[in-house]
């Protein structure tokens, strides 16, 4: 982190995917909540690196004790059928900022396919963890269709409505930062840093 600014934002991100937790719908198995779409923003936002950082200090966080998952904290929640989703989060936030730094333009459309390539590793990480917790810790026995279906399918609408908000929000919030002065750092091949605006 370059410096105190990068620093707040990461932890107010971490704070936002919190907040994000308690607002939930309880559905079967996994319940929907608002944590996708701060994670996404942390990508949108901070890029890479750092909408990463926030999503890993959040999941350090919880694993401490600090009850700021959807079901509390605490180590054993790595135990968890749904600690996949955590996982993918950190993916996600990482993967958004990436393609969100390579883009010269950030058009709505491009927004959109930018905020589904990190969901689809949300449900990746989160579904193929749902399947082996529940088979191989829980002891109980579930078809990886039955982990598809309550782990992907009764889910993904909501977050395909997030998707378009984060989308929306996204190319509202860049021109904003970008007259405001916030910059985005992006490494050539060559290591050296070219400042970036958006």
């Known amino acids: 982190?370059?410096?105190?600014?990068?620093?707040?934002?990461?932890?107010?991100?971490?704070?936002?995917?919190?907040?994000?937790?308690?607002?939930?719908?309880?559905?079967?198995?996994?319940?929907?909540?608002?944590?996708?779409?701060?994670?996404?923003?942390?990508?949108?936002?901070?890029?890479?690196?750092?909408?990463?950082?926030?999503?890993?200090?959040?999941?350090?966080?919880?694993?401490?004790?600090?009850?700021?998952?959807?079901?509390?904290?605490?180590?054993?929640?790595?135990?968890?059928?749904?600690?996949?989703?955590?996982?993918?989060f950190i993916v996600a936030a990482y993967v958004i900022g990436k393609i969100r730094e390579s883009l010269k333009e950030l058009t709505f459309i491009k927004a959109i396919f930018m905020t589904i390539a990190g969901l689809f590793f949300v449900y990746l990480f989160g579904v193929i963890y749902l399947y082996i917790s529940y088979n191989f810790y829980l002891g109980k026995n579930i078809s990886l269709y039955f982990a598809f279906f309550y782990g992907f399918v009764v889910c993904v609408a909501g977050d395909l409505l997030l998707v378009i908000f984060t989308a929306y929000i996204s190319i509202k919030v860049l021109p904003v930062l970008n007259r405001s002065g916030y910059r985005v750092y992006k490494n050539d091949k060559e290591g050296v840093q070219h400042e970036r605006l958006y």
């Open 1 to 88: 982190m370059k410096n105190t600014r990068d620093l707040i934002l990461v932890a107010m991100f971490a704070a936002l995917t919190a907040v994000g937790a308690f607002i939930k719908i309880p559905i079967p198995y996994v319940p929907f909540t608002l944590q996708f779409l701060f994670c996404a923003l942390a990508g949108v936002i901070l890029g890479s690196k750092l909408g990463a950082m926030s999503q890993i200090v959040y999941v350090a966080i919880g694993l401490l004790g600090v009850p700021v998952f959807t079901e509390g904290g605490g180590f054993s929640y790595i135990f968890k059928p749904t600690f996949g989703y955590l996982i993918g």
